[in-house]
C-alpha cells in the first residue's frame, strides 16, 4: 500500500488496498484519521514516532497493529522517506508504504520504530526519491487545477514508483528494526 502526505504529515493520497485492509474508506483515513484502525495501545508511540519525523523531515520506519475488518490484529510495516521540491528543497512531506508482516514479530510485546535522519548538506534521497518529489509537486499542481485525467495518470506514476520505493523502504526498515 502506498501514501503520501504533505508538508503537516497529513494523508493526501492512500492507494485503495488499505480499504480493503482495514475496512478504513480513504475518506475517513485522511489527514491522521488512519491512526483510528492502529491498535489503541500502538497508536500514541506510532503517532509520536510520526510526528518526530515531520519536525526533524527524515525517513522513518515503524512496525505497529491494525485491525481488520473482522476484528483481527495484523502487523504491519510502514515506512517513508522525505519529499523536497523547488524552491530551495523545500521539505513537499513524504511518499511511503505500508507492508502486512507475514507473522507477528517475536518480540511482540510493542510497537517499535525508527527514525533515519540524513546529514546535513548531504543531497538526500535516491533517483526515485528525487522522481518522488517532482511527481508529488505535480500532484499538488494537477489537483489544484482539477484536471482529473492528468490527476489520475500522476496518481498512477505516482503509485508506481512508490511501489519500487516501497521495496528499499521495506528492506532498510526491517534492518533497521532488527527484524531480519
Not at 488499505?18 to 483510528?36: E, I, K, V
Not at 511511503?96 to 510493542?110: H, K
Request: proline share 6%; net charge negative.
Amino acid at each position: 500500500m502506498v501514501f503520501v502526505t504533505n508538508e503537516a504529515g497529513l494523508c493526501t493520497f492512500l492507494s485503495k488496498d488499505w480499504t480493503s485492509l482495514t475496512g478504513q474508506s480513504l475518506a475517513d483515513a485522511r489527514s491522521f484519521g488512519w491512526t483510528r484502525v492502529v491498535h489503541p495501545e500502538d497508536r500514541e508511540s506510532v503517532r509520536n514516532l510520526v510526528l518526530a519525523a515531520i519536525k526533524e523531515q527524515c525517513a522513518f520506519s515503524v512496525r505497529y497493529r491494525v485491525r481488520a475488518p473482522d476484528q483481527r490484529l495484523l502487523w504491519v510495516l510502514a515506512g517513508a522517506v522525505p519529499s523536497f521540491g523547488p524552491p530551495g528543497r523545500t521539505f513537499l512531506g513524504f511518499h511511503g508504504s505500508v507492508t502486512v508482516l507475514p507473522e507477528p514479530p517475536e518480540d511482540i510485546a510493542a510497537v517499535s520504530g525508527c527514525l533515519r535522519p540524513t546529514e546535513p548538506g548531504v543531497r538526500q534521497g535516491s533517483t526515485l526519491e528525487r522522481a518522488a518529489d517532482h511527481l508529488l509537486a505535480a500532484h499538488s499542481l494537477v489537483s489544484a487545477a482539477a484536471s482529473e485525467s492528468t490527476l489520475v495518470a500522476v496518481e498512477l506514476a505516482l503509485r508506481r514508483l512508490g511501489e519500487d520505493l516501497a521495496g528499499e523502504a521495506l528492506t532498510e526498515g526491517i534492518a533497521a528494526a532488527g527484524l531480519q
